[in-house]
């Protein structure tokens, strides 16, 4: 078996692939084997890219809904950290087949899933990104329209010049993912201490101008009684779970370029929750203080940073807001579906090319709509696909982890006819356990006598999703990686 493997390993546990695959239909150069040399990703390089993505005004306004439904601003905030910690969790454990073998997302899941069964949460995945494109592309436009308005008093007030500028904040997007991965890197590092700078220096003059963090911090939780809180505290948690559960996936997609495992743990820990708590609590804080700044609380930065007459601030404020959506549209939702819209036809689909059909199909999806209230943001956006992508994370873990022990053979991964061939490159046990574990959860949306299997999607389908496919999987033969040489050993035969 050993010797159909083709790959040498270092002595810090990273394998590199030496079988040449190119030829194969299901190999191209942008979703093939991160070469050792290619991995430079440090624990700040990590980090920096969970800043970039985390602060963005989704974030800023993540509390908003959660304070709009009864809790106080702590709970609030408390609630947004404690479902980043959870999510941290299937985060740094999908990562480790990404630093450990250099593979992406969809590449990983053929493991699993089976060569080509791996286009189903590869396309779910896909289509999340797509969706999430759309919305990140609408509120940076939304920052530049303000901006616009601020520099020239020419600029039109009503919907042509919001329509404008969303198009023009699509171009720029578009113009950073022909740039590619190396630039992405680059601009995820420059950007990441900038965010956090700007957001506490607008936390300091909200404090100021308020002579303190005003009203809505000091506003009491509105359940009167422990099952009210409960009842609406875990949706709520579901929903901080599922921001991130898309990226618990394809986390392979970044951790692949890691220079070892440390620095994608440390990178991932240092940058996730940390900054996702501190920018929700900016939120609420900044939002409190505008009830006494402005007589009326402002959750969205684009409408506050309008308010002032200085065209100067608004224009310094709106790059700024304009950057952290960059940052984090292309980092959150363009790699993954580039990459999963290759994996349906390696050959044809480059990641440039997918990075054009994810902008496309982030317009189609009308994320004008999903920004409307906060129950359609919350409830129905995160709440639904957390459901649908949790038996997904379920299934990747126990087959990396449980199932294999930590062993892939990656050149099969490449090739058809291999180990992951399954049924004509099908695994019929995973697709089984995951329209399982996520038809499960979507009953809950629509049998109002066991909505709580919707409150609970994630975490319920997750666990369906593990269990079912341990189940199924059990006695499965995998690859021996116990005798692939070190590179040392591989020179000295050389």
Known sequence: MSDNLEMVRT????????ADVSSSPLYNEDIGATKLANRTWSTYN??????????????????????????????????????????????????VPGTKFGIPFPVLVRASFGTLGSNIPALLRAGVACGWFGIQTWIGGSALNAMMLALFSSWPVDGIGKWIAFFVFWAINVWIIVKGMEFLKKFESWAAPILIAMGVIMLIWAMGKAGGIGPIMNEPSKFATFGEFWKFFIPGLTGMVGFWATLSLNIPDFSRFARNQKAQIYGQTLGLPTTMTLYAFLGVAITSATVIIFGEALWDPVVVLSKFSNPLVIVFGMFWLAVATLSTNIAAN??????????????KINFVIGGLITAVIGIAIRPWWLLEDYGNYIFGWLGTYGGLLGPVAGIMIVDFFIIRKRMLNVRDLYVRGGEY????????????????????????????AVSWLADYSWFIGFAIGFLLYWVLMRGTKVSDLSMVPEQGAVAEAE
């Open 11 to 18: 002595k810090d546990g990273l394998y590199e692939l030496t």
């Open 46 to 95: 990590i980090a920096a890219l969970w800043i970039g993505m985390s602060v963005c005004i989704p974030t800023y306004m993540l509390a908003a809904g959660l304070v709009a439904g009864g809790m106080s601003a702590w709970q609030a905030v408390f609630t947004v950290m404690l479902g980043n910690l959870i999510v941290l969790i299937p985060m740094v454990l999908n990562a």
């Open 334 to 347: 363009v790699v993954s579906p580039a990459n999963d819209f290759q994996n349906l036809w390696p050959r």
């Open 421 to 448: 061939e399954y049924t004509g490159g099908f695994n019929w046990k995973a697709i089984a356990a995951f329209a399982i574990g996520a038809g499960v959860t979507l009953i809950g949306k629509w049998v109002p």
